[in-house]
Each structure stands twice: as structure tokens, then as C-alpha cells.
């Protein structure tokens, strides 16, 4: 297992997810409204985020799947500069 120092991006992700939800119940729980328009207004934030947070895995394998692919054509080119650099030197001593 590596040694890393500090958090990884998916826990920072959930802390800030957490932080922001946590932070919009205060808010409401703090201003002045009924107990039902609180409770109502809690829900909505509920199901917002619900319907936001559903949409983030599908959005975080898209955006893996692009860096992927050009973390994959980026190594391709530079290989094959390198690969004909070589042959280019070889031909050159030879």
C-alpha cells in the first residue's frame, strides 16, 4: 500500500458535499419560517441534491474516460516521436 499524505479527491468531494448540505439545513433551520415551511423547504434541498448527486458518477466515468483516452494518445505520440528519434539515431550512426 503507497504512503500518501492528505485526502483523496473522492473524500474531499463527499466532505464538501457534506459540508455544503449540512450548512443549508442550519440555514434553514435558523431562519425565521413554520415548522412545515421549514420542513418543506428541507425536502426540496433533499431532493435536489439527491437528483445532482445521481448525476455525478455517470459524469466522473465520462470525464475518466476522456482523460484516458488522451493520456493515452498523448503517450502514443510521444512514443512513437521517441521510436523514430531512435531509428532516425540508428541510421545516422550506422
Given at each position: 500500500?503507497?504512503e500518501r499524505?492528505?485526502?483523496s479527491?473522492?473524500?474531499?468531494?463527499?466532505?464538501?458535499l457534506?459540508?455544503?448540505?449540512l450548512?443549508s439545513?442550519i440555514t434553514?433551520?435558523?431562519?425565521?419560517t413554520?415548522?412545515?415551511e421549514?420542513r418543506?423547504?428541507?425536502?426540496?434541498?433533499v431532493?435536489?441534491?439527491r437528483?445532482?448527486?445521481?448525476?455525478?458518477?455517470?459524469?466522473?466515468?465520462?470525464?475518466?474516460?476522456q482523460?484516458?483516452?488522451?493520456?493515452?494518445?498523448?503517450?502514443?505520440?510521444?512514443y512513437?516521436?521517441?521510436t523514430?528519434?531512435?531509428e532516425?539515431?540508428k541510421?545516422?550512426?550506422?
Open positions: 500500500m503507497s499524505e492528505g485526502l479527491t473522492g473524500q474531499v468531494f463527499v466532505a464538501f457534506s459540508g455544503a448540505a450548512g439545513v434553514l433551520l435558523t431562519t425565521p413554520s415548522g412545515r421549514a418543506d423547504k428541507i425536502m426540496g434541498a431532493r435536489t441534491t437528483d445532482e448527486v445521481t448525476r455525478i458518477p455517470p459524469a466522473l466515468r465520462d470525464a475518466y474516460t482523460a484516458s483516452e488522451v493520456a493515452k494518445q498523448a503517450f502514443l505520440e510521444t512513437h516521436k521517441e523514430a528519434k531512435k532516425k539515431e541510421k545516422s550512426a550506422g
